[in-house]
């Protein structure tokens, strides 16, 4: 039963903040200037990944939120992430440590992947960037 309770909420964050993560237009990369604009932009947003993953660890929520776009904020509000990271805690046990990171693009987007060890499961959290470094999209999934 708690491995069926536990895979079932990826789904219900996946479901909360998946209007927040729209395809972006074909973002094809032109020139050289474009390409190294786009590189300094994602090795800029792995920190703030790893960052956004502390804050969450911390039950830092408003911090979390913060990093929204219009869009996320008006799907996962501070309260919402609030009872739903509370939801995933006690499936999950309390968080435990924070893993390796890494970035790719998809869909336009950039994303970043950071391993979480909470104390009954491993997740992936994965947080995706759009073009301004704004969060559009936020889920943990079973690692």
Do not use: H
Request: with cysteine; hydrophobic share 45%; aromatic share 6%.
């Amino acid at each position: 039963m708690k491995c069926a309770m536990l895979s079932a909420l990826p789904i219900v964050m996946a479901a909360c903040v998946l209007s927040g993560c729209v395809p972006a237009a074909d973002t094809s990369l032109g020139d050289s200037g474009t390409e190294r604009q786009a590189a300094a932009s994602e090795a800029n947003v792995e920190p703030k990944a790893i960052s956004l993953v502390d804050n969450l660890s911390r039950e830092d929520f408003a911090s979390v939120v913060a990093e929204f776009d219009a869009t996320m904020k008006g799907v996962l509000s501070e309260a919402a992430l609030k009872q739903t990271w509370t939801t995933l805690t006690q499936q999950a046990g309390p968080f435990k440590s924070r893993g390796k990171s890494r970035v790719t693009k998809e869909m336009g987007y950039t994303v970043v992947y950071v391993e979480c060890a909470f104390e009954r499961a491993n997740l992936n959290a994965r947080v995706v960037y759009n073009a301004s470094g704004e969060v559009t999209g936020l889920f943990l999934n079973k690692a």
